[in-house]
């Protein structure tokens, strides 16, 4: 037998199936594409306004990180691993670089604190996922 987390809330949902594994994973794959759409819609705003806004020269070089997060999505909805970690190590580099660059902003912190949370919860996903399947868990509703 393997032990579970029983315990269940909505910031760190139960995964004690791979039901659960799945849907608590699908949280990462939700935050990435998240972050796909909200950085293309800011890059072409940008492109149509003809200057960046958000105080950063985001040009059309940044489609790079667009692609990196669906390759990130994709990964986290097949129940990789390395995609779901992937996912969380970028999103909070590149805060990271966005607070060195534009330095503090309260006006955005909620929305990361919900996509750090996703990714984390992306990472449990996974994880579960593969460890319930090596417990031999038979049920993949």
Known sequence: MHP?????????????TLADARKT????????????????????IGIWAGQPI???DINLWAFIDVSIYVA????????????????????????????????PRASGLGIMLLIVFAFINGIRGTFAYHRLKKYGESSDA
Request: aromatic share 8%.
């Open 4 to 16: 579970q987390s029983t315990t269940s809330n909505v910031w760190l949902p139960a995964t004690t």
């Open 25 to 44: 994973a699908k949280q990462g794959y939700w935050a990435s594409l998240l972050v796909a759409g909200a950085t293309t819609a800011i890059i072409l």
């Open 54 to 56: 958000t105080g950063m």
């Open 72 to 103: 990130i999505a994709i990964g986290i909805y097949r129940m990789s691993r390395i995609a779901a970690i992937a996912g969380l190590s970028l999103y909070v580099i590149n805060q990271i670089y966005m607070l060195t660059v534009t330095g």
